[in-house]
Every structure is written in structure tokens, then in C-alpha cells.
């Protein structure tokens, strides 16, 4: 059995602020800590519920997070650019399953810890098939292009509830309860390892209930800047999208990562 971690880092126990996320902050090596600490319960979780390759994609920001000097020995990594977000490189259609660890809510959500959707300065919704989508939604989508199900989603309370709103009765691990954008109450490290390693084995325990998710083509996508002249340059690079507003654009693609290849570059 081969299962994809895919890894995001503001989802991470003990991560409320964007200073534990963001290389060259003081307090990034602590994040990195804490990440390799939620990574590696997961592996073991795994191990133990009978997987036997495990491929890690480290999906945050520049994805050179997670060290591999850090990383469980039985795993292997998937580090470095050049590749877009949520593209999950390396995953295909030989792996059984995926985990989404680290992962934070879509943005908006009340009291959810760093919710932004994929890049908290420049989008500010992301309407899929007619529904508000995040950055589960739009990666379970990617995974199920490859026929690939979701069967653990890792975070606070507000992305294990998206997850199970959209995916249904996954598995899910909470590992801290968003007070607000930046505070959380948060497990400990220990209790957080915990958690993660019995959810990732109980998710391979029923893995051949879960479907994957996928969209009905062709896929329509409706796309909230923050700002305006962002919309200007995004509509510059997809001139037949039409523009619904001053900040949105709408468009329609085959399939979700022919669009992300392409124009999701400009953020
Ligand atoms: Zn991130």
C-alpha cells in the first residue's frame, strides 16, 4: 500500500502565527519542528495501519520546510521548487490513498487559524462548480484526477469541519481549536503525535469506503481578487475568462490542474 502525505504548515500543532511559517523569522525553526513532529506521528500511523511506501510532498511556501535530517527514515521526500501549490507532485495513480496534514480552512472561515486559499494576499474566494472551495477541496479535486481519495485531513476544528463537509465521513485529526486568525488552543507536541498516528491508522483501517473526490467537467471557476489590478493581470494571462467584476473573473477548464499549471502561477 502507498500513501502521499501531502503537507501544509500553517495546519501544524502548535502553529497559530505566520512567524512559525515564514523562512528567516525567528521563530521558523520551531515550526519546522513542530512540522516534522505532526509528519512523522502520520508516517508512523501509517506504517502501522499496513502501508509499505510513503512519499511526503512538503506543499508550503518554497517547500524546503520540512529537513530531511528531520524526516521518519521510512519516508521519502518530495522537497524543493519548481512546481505549483497543489499540483501534489509525485502523486499518481499507484497510491492508495493521501493525507492532508497541516492543512488550514478556506478563506473567511470564522475563527479559523491562518485561513487564507492559496495566497492570503492576493485571492479572497474561490467558487468551484457553483461552491466556495479552499485548499482541501482544491487538492482533494487534484488527487482525484488520479483516482486518489482523501482519507485523513489534519488540522485545527474549523478544516477537519470543511473536510467532512465536503469528502464526507473521512477521517480527521484535530490537533488544535482556532480562537482566532492568529491564537489557537493547541495539544502538546506529545498528545498531538498521539492523535495523528491513531487517525492515520484507523484512515487505512476503512480506506476502501472512501471514494475519491471528483468534479463534473468541464469545471467552472469563479476567482475573487483581493485587489483589483490583480484581476487586471490575471485577465491579461486568460483574456477569455469574463470579468464578472472589478476583483472576479470566471472561467471554465477541462480540469482543475490543466488551470493551475497554467495561469494559478499568478497568484
Ligand atoms: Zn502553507
New binding site residues.
Partial sequence: MKIYVAV???GISGITSPDQ?TKGNALYPEGRKLLANDVNAVVEGALAGGAKEIIVGD???GSLNLSPFDLHPKAKLVSGTPFTFALLPCLDDSCDGVFFVGF?AKAGTLQAICEHTVNSSSWHKLVVNGEEMGETGFCAAIAGEHGVPVLLVAGDDKVCAEACELLGPIETAQVKTGLGRHRGLCLSPEESAKVLKQAARNALGHKDQIKPFTLSSPVEIRLTYKHTHLADAAHIDNPKAERIDGYTLAFQVEKLSDWFGRWGKRF
Wanted: with cysteine; net charge negative; proline share 0%.
Fill in positions: 501544509d504548515m500553517e511559517c506543499l508550503h511556501d488550514h
